[in-house]
Structures are given as C-alpha cells and as structure tokens.
C-alpha cells in the first residue's frame, strides 16, 4: 500500500466528521424522520462525489502529462486554496446550527436524487478535490487516473460509512450537540488543524 494513502484517509474522515452542510443535512434528515432516511441521503450525496472525481482526473491527468511544473504548480495552487479554507473557517462562528424546518418526508428514490444533485452542482466540491486529491498520487508518472480514481473511491468509503454511523446515532449526537455549545469550538478548530495540515503535506 502507498504511504501516502494513510495521511489521506486520515485527512479524509478528519474533513468528513467536520460540521459541514452535507453531514448536517444527514444529521437533521435522521432525527426529522429515521435513520434509513439519512443513509439513503447519504448515498446520493457520496455518489455525487464520483462525478467531481472524473472531473478532477480526467482534467489534471492531462496536465500533469504536459509538465511536471504545471503539476507543482497545481499543488501549490491546492496548499494555497487549503490555507484560504483554514482561514475562513478561523473567522467564522463555531456555533453549530440545525433546523429540522423544511425537511419533507420523501420516497428513498427522491432522497437519493436529492443528495446526488446537492452534490453535484455544488462547485466547490470539484475545486477542493482539485486542491486535495494531487497532493497525494504516489506516482505521478504513472497511472494517474487510475490513481484518483482509488483516492475517490476511498473518501466516497469513509464519508458512506461516517455519514450511516451519523443517521444511526442521531438522536444521541444532536443531545450531544445541544448540550455541549463548546463541541463547535472544538470542531472549528479541528478543521482549521486539518487544512493547514494537509497543505504542508501537499507541499512536503
């Protein structure tokens, strides 16, 4: 196994278990109607992520072919968008968020479709993998598709089984919540860690 396939997975389910819009929707879709709900919401939203992987291999895959000074411009291109990230989530409120308001019970086949396009048409979501995901190829003279490819396979695997152990524990984890204001602070702090983080192990 690559080495840099533990750092990933390690910045992966880090980044997954952050107060981020998608986990607070499975939160919220969980406690609103059932756990089986929120895992269904789960899997289109991690199934939206293939898409932003092909967008990202297909892409940098042909740059990097053009010259291995594009491909350390885009790493560091990704440390700096990473930083950035760090620094908006420093100003931002750690107070976390949830209303149950809106949410609408609906069949698994709407649910999925939901979380697929959530996730696809948030652009966002294709910029960080083109800032995370080339930091770790652990051969860019090689097979650089394939290797994207096994990065997203991963992150889809642990946001799945992160997302599922959130819907089942939901009622414990919105208590926990609610009860514990400071658990934001803490997590605000986690991410901003985390960002600066994988920056210097894009760059090193």
Excluded: C
């Excluded at 607070?24 to 756990?35: K, N, T």
């Excluded at 929120?38 to 991690?46: D, E, N, Q």
């Excluded at 291999?57 to 491909?71: D, H, M, P, R, T």
């Excluded at 350390?72 to 620094?87: D, S």
Aim: glycine share 6%.
């Amino acid at each position: 196994m690559p080495d840099q396939l533990i750092p990933f997975l390690t910045a992966s389910v880090l980044l997954t278990l952050s107060p981020g819009p998608d986990i607070i929707y499975v939160l919220v879709r969980s406690m609103a109607y059932s756990a089986k709900q929120g895992i269904v919401t789960a899997l289109g939203l991690v199934s939206g992520i293939l898409v932003h992987t092909s967008l990202v291999a297909f892409g940098v895959s042909a740059l990097i072919k053009q010259s291995e000074y594009v491909f350390l411009l885009i790493k560091i291109l990704g440390a700096a968008y990473l930083l950035y990230l760090a620094w908006q989530v420093l100003k931002s409120d750690p107070a976390i968020a949830f209303s149950e308001e809106g949410i609408r019970d609906k069949s698994s086949v709407k649910l999925f479709k939901q979380g697929f396009i959530m996730n696809v048409l948030n652009p966002k979501v294709s910029i960080f993998f083109l800032a995370f995901f080339p930091g770790f190829l652990w051969e860019p003279e090689g097979n650089t598709l394939m290797q994207f490819y096994i990065l997203g396979g991963l992150f889809m695997l642990q946001a799945l089984i992160i997302f599922s152990l959130v819907a089942i524990l939901s009622d414990k984890i919105s208590v926990y919540i609610k009860s514990h204001p400071s658990s934001g602070k803490f997590l605000k702090w986690m991410q901003v860690v985390v960002f600066v983080l994988i920056a210097v192990l894009i760059l090193v």
